[in-house]
């Protein structure tokens, strides 16, 4: 797993993110079906009656959310607010620093992180820390989370 993966899972909550799976709209896995049994060992099915369907206006008003929610894309703000709230809001710059950004979702931020971050991405300069790679990572981690299906505001992007 990628660090730009680990970013990734922990805005938009998959794999039990900061707020457990799909809080913020993120995708959950598919449930699996169970194994399929040899066909010598399935028991015939027992005769039922036919039920009536429910129309589809009808249904729980709580899976109808939860459909919506599925299809709505992850607000990157409002994550990264919401966790920024969880944890009392620590005197963290998360919106203009790839470091700041990393520890508030509880992520290695030192500098061999930030190269390995830099060679997922494809930057090109020197990977030393400066300045100007760390706010080459966050503009590009947000285009990317963004390429991801995510949105993000212009103002997290420049």
Do not use: C
Not at 49 to 60: D, E, G, K, M
Not at 67 to 75: F, G, I, L, N
């Amino acid at each position: 797993m990628g660090v730009f993966g680990s970013i990734k899972r922990a805005i938009f909550g998959e794999g039990g993110g900061p707020f457990g799976d799909n809080y913020f709209g993120g995708k959950k896995d598919a449930p699996q079906a169970p194994a399929a049994q040899p066909q010598a060992t399935r028991p015939a099915p027992a005769p039922q009656a036919p039920r009536p369907q429910a129309p589809a206006q009808q249904q729980a008003p709580a899976q109808q959310q939860t459909s919506q929610q599925a299809q709505q894309p992850v607000d990157v703000e409002q994550a990264l607010t919401r966790i920024a709230e969880s944890k009392g809001n620590p005197n963290l710059n998360w919106r203009t620093s790839i470091v700041d950004l990393m520890k508030l979702l509880d992520l290695d931020s030192s500098l061999d992180n930030r190269k390995e971050l830099a060679t997922e991405l494809g930057y090109t300069g020197e990977k030393n820390g400066s300045a100007e790679m760390n706010i080459w990572l966050h503009r590009r981690v947000m285009q990317e989370l963004e390429k991801n299906g995510a949105r993000v505001p212009a103002s997290l992007k420049d």
